[in-house]
């Protein structure tokens, strides 16, 4: 099952049409149903938002069976790429697991970003880099990381990763999920 055919499944069972599902997110009914039938690909961004308003981890959108267990070998993590922002993310904990956590591996080439505009969504981010050097944009401020750097957040505050170096950027991200309760 991919990203499309688990988008889909998913707004059916929350009984909302592309049309409820547009008006919530932002985005228009056609492209939804593209994304849908995997007819176009979307940024890590836009997935984050139709996560959350789904109510469900990003990582349901990659899974296809619940499981009881993470345990994700390296080559069989689930990969999503996003061309127009040069970012690709891996999934490294399975989406159907009741975890409160979504541990990301993102990789972005040179001048990538994470999205083209400041997301942002209910919880809490941790992020390290693990090479080359990214600019975190937090509402309106800025933070240069660069390999060994760590930095934690409240992703309520609109923000996104842009690669500023010269060589590919890797990072682990954590996002606590949007259906987590204190």
Request: proline share 3%.
């Amino acid at each position: 099952m991919g990203i499309g055919e688990n988008l889909r499944k998913i707004r059916l069972h929350k009984k909302l049409t592309l049309k409820d599902l547009s008006k919530r997110i932002g985005l228009t009914p056609s492209f939804l149903s593209q994304l849908e039938r995997d007819k176009v690909s979307s940024s890590i961004s836009t997935l984050r938002k139709i996560a959350s308003t789904l109510n469900v981890k990003i990582g349901y959108l990659f899974e296809e069976e619940a499981e009881k267990l993470a345990l994700i070998k390296k080559d069989k993590r689930k990969e999503f790429k996003c061309e127009d922002s040069k970012t690709k993310g891996e999934i490294l904990a399975s989406g159907s697991l009741d975890i409160k956590i979504e541990p990301l591996l993102l990789t972005i080439d040179p001048g990538g970003e994470t999205g083209k505009e400041l997301s942002n969504h209910h919880g809490q981010e941790f992020g390290i880099v693990f090479e080359g050097r990214v600019k975190l944009i937090l509402g309106k401020k800025e933070y240069v990381m660069e390999d060994g750097d760590s930095i934690c957040f409240d992703s309520a505050e609109p923000h996104k990763l842009v690669n500023i170096g010269r060589k590919k950027a890797k990072a682990l991200w954590v996002i606590t999920s949007p259906d987590w309760k204190e």
